[in-house]
């Protein structure tokens, strides 16, 4: 059996914590900005845990299932 290989789309959108959690950027921070609060663009930086419906997807991308 070959050796797994990891989704490199996947790579560079997620990474893994210490604890295991994957961890996402949030959407909505590319364009049309003019309208959007200070508040909630300062709130787009931050990281997100990703949703649980979809780990199981995303850790079989990354290579660690």
Not at 13 to 40: C, D, P, W, Y
């Amino acid at each position: 059996m070959p050796k797994m290989k990891t989704h490199r789309g996947s790579a560079k959108r997620f990474r893994v914590t210490g604890t295991g959690k994957i961890m996402r950027n949030k959407a909505f921070k590319s364009h049309i900005l003019e309208k959007k609060s200070q508040k909630r663009k300062r709130n787009f930086r931050h990281e997100t845990v990703v949703a649980s419906a979809d780990y199981k997807v995303i850790a079989r991308n990354l290579g660690l299932r």
